[in-house]
């Protein structure tokens, strides 16, 4: 599905997404196991290991799991936080080049949410809250955030393979 400036009108856009889901949404039972296993990592862009160390491990209680040298770039480091479930969340530094800021472009990152413990969701906002990250509730269970770089964070209480009261999984 794609929409332009000229193409947004919301009853449109809604018949269009019936006809995708028509067309390729499956019932579960009915689906073929996936040939992934999971994700491994998404791995991000840092221009400073401690600071988002800190900000990931510190704030967030991600803790660090891994710091080893960048094998597709020598002197660029490659990291990694627990992100639960057997999941990290990896960071490139790229020390010499110009990565510029932070952008959402097409086929770039607008968002990776992360699911946490509904006990802990609270908590979790409130030390955002503690260390001055800006930050908006959504639903009374998303907070989303931007991390040091600008990545946009989401902290979800939902369980995994839910979103809002629906299985999406």
């Not at 907070?143 to 839910?162: H, Q, S």
């Amino acid at each position: 599905m794609s929409t332009t400036d000229s193409d947004t009108d919301p009853t449109a856009i809604e018949r269009e997404r019936a006809r995708i889901r028509e067309a390729h949404l499956r019932p579960a039972g009915d689906r073929p196991a996936s040939t992934a296993r999971g994700l491994h990592h998404t791995a991000l862009i840092s221009s400073d290991v401690e600071r988002t160390v800190r900000f990931y491990q510190d704030v967030l209680g991600f803790p660090l799991t891994e710091l080893i040298e960048n094998r597709d770039y020598p002197g660029s480091s490659h990291f990694f936080f627990d992100i639960g479930h057997g999941n990290l969340l990896a960071f490139f530094d790229f020390p010499g080049l110009d990565v510029g800021p932070y952008a959402e472009v097409l086929g770039g990152l607008h968002h990776c949410a992360i699911s946490v413990d509904p006990d802990r969701w609270a908590e979790l906002v409130e030390r955002l809250t503690d260390a001055g990250v800006e930050h908006a509730v959504h639903s009374g269970v998303s907070v989303y955030f931007r991390d040091p770089d600008g990545a946009r964070i989401e902290l979800i209480a939902d369980p995994l393979g839910e979103m809002y009261g629906h299985h999406v999984l």
